[in-house]
Structures are given as structure tokens and as C-alpha cells.
T-cell receptor, first 111, second 117 residues
Framework: SQQGEEDPQALSIQEGENATMNCSYKTSINNLQWYRQNSGRGLVHLILIRSNEREKHSGRLRVTLDTSKKSSSLLITASRAADTASYFCATDASGYSTLTFGKGTMLLVSP | SQTIHQWPATLVQPVGSPLSLECTVEGTSNPNLYWYRQAAGRGLQLLFYSVGIGQISSEVPQNLSASRPQDRQFILSSKKLLLSDSGFYLC????????????????FGPGTRLLVL
């Protein structure tokens, strides 16, 4: 399937540390998006990177995309306890009508 | 600005009972609409999506159905709930797919937690 796969499944760090999450996918894409989900809530869009882009920044977030390796990474710098959430990548693939979401990385940031 | 509403927030239903979950969007017209289900600690499973009134695409054959009676209203239904229908149901909307740019951002509602007993 086209589903993106996040790695690791869970990540536990201390406040102030950086958190890196990875996403791999299987076929060519138009864009890749990252979302955050706080426990028991809906997903919130974080950032979209297009297939012709290699890196994108938004505040403390940095997303990279390597289409040759079919992978993306999300870096959260100087993490805070409020960053505790699940993070999902979603791919928009050629020939598919909708986004396909991965299973997510659960991030725990301890004070 | 655009907002998306879902209700109810929580629902406990007996096996075999009917279901109706509603989702409405404000502040935009002709949105694409989506229903997802999320099992505990799992990813999102796309159930249905709609690109217009009366146009429903089903991604996974199952006990559920969807309808779009109005442009900004999306309803998820079941005639008889199963235990396996328990989960967190999320509605989302997006703008239309743009040629050359693909599928843009999806905006999610707060979700409905369904427990079937």
C-alpha cells in the first residue's frame, strides 16, 4: 500500500532536547504532510512539503524530504512538554484520490 | 474563518442499535469531506470521502454508510452497530484537489468517541 510508516513508534525525551521522527513511503508523491494529534483530539496540520522541495521550516519545526529514498523527517528543536502528542505523516500520491496517513509516532516530552 | 463541528463528542451504544454521527463545516463552500476511524493507539483509517452533494466514495466495505445531504454536512450512519465499530471517529474537510498541486491540507473536527457495548 501507499501508507507512510513512521519511525520510531514511540519516543521519550527531556524538555530542551530535539526530537526527530521519520516517515517512509512506497510510491511517488505530490506532497507529504505532517500532522499532530493531542490525546483524544482531532489532528492539526503542521507543515506541507511538496515533491520538488527538500527542506522546509516552520518555527521550531524542520521537515526534510528525500524523494530518492522515499523518506521524510520531522525535527522538533528545543522540545517542550506541550509538544507531547502523536505525530503523523500523510502522503498525497499520484493516482490516489486522498491522503494516506501513517500509524504515527507517539512523542513524550518530560519536564 | 472556517470551522468544523462534530457531534456528539462521546457516545455509548448497545450492539445492534443504529448510529448517526454528524459533521458540519462553516466558512467554506464545496469542500471535500472525509470520515476516518481511529482505533486506540492506531493510525487513521479512511472510511468515506465526498467531493460533492450526494457523491460518496467508500474506502472500506463495512457496516457503515455515509451521506452528504447538503454541501457542508456529512453524516455517518449504521443500521446495526457491531462491537468492532467502537473507536474514535474523525471528520475532516479540505479544498478541492488542484491539478499539478495535489491534495492540500485537511482540517479535522474534534472527533466522536464511540463505545459499543
Amino acid at each position: 500500500s501507499q501508507q507512510g510508516e513512521e519511525d520510531p513508534q514511540a519516543l521519550s525525551i527531556q524538555e530542551g532536547e530535539n526530537a526527530t521522527m521519520n516517515c517512509s513511503y512506497k510510491t511517488s508523491i505530490n506532497n507529504l504532510q505532517w500532522y499532530r494529534q493531542n490525546s483524544g483530539r482531532g489532528l492539526v496540520h503542521l507543515i506541507l512539503i511538496r515533491s520538488n522541495e527538500r527542506e522546509k521550516h516552520s518555527g521550531r519545526l524542520r521537515v526534510t524530504l528525500d524523494t530518492s529514498k522515499k523518506s521524510s523527517s520531522l525535527l522538533i528543536t528545543a522540545s517542550r512538554a506541550a509538544d507531547t502528542a502523536s505525530y503523523f505523516c500523510a502522503t498525497d500520491a499520484s493516482g490516489y484520490s486522498t491522503l494516506t496517513f501513517g500509524k504515527g509516532t507517539m512523542l513524550l516530552v518530560s519536564p | 474563518s472556517q470551522t468544523i463541528h462534530q457531534w456528539p463528542a462521546t457516545l455509548v451504544q448497545p450492539v445492534g442499535s443504529p448510529l448517526s454521527l454528524e459533521c458540519t463545516v462553516e466558512g467554506t463552500s464545496n469542500p471535500n469531506l472525509y470520515w476516518y476511524r481511529q482505533a486506540a493507539g492506531r493510525g487513521l483509517q479512511l472510511l468515506f470521502y465526498s467531493v460533492g452533494i450526494g457523491q460518496i466514495s467508500s474506502e472500506v466495505p463495512q457496516n457503515l454508510s455515509a451521506s452528504r445531504p447538503q454541501d457542508r454536512q456529512f453524516i455517518l450512519s449504521s443500521k446495526k452497530l457491531l462491537l468492532s465499530d467502537s473507536g474514535f471517529y474523525l471528520c475532516a474537510w479540505s479544498g478541492p484537489r488542484v491539478s499539478g498541486l495535489g491534495q492540500e491540507t485537511q482540517y479535522f473536527g474534534p472527533g466522536t468517541r464511540l463505545l459499543v457495548l
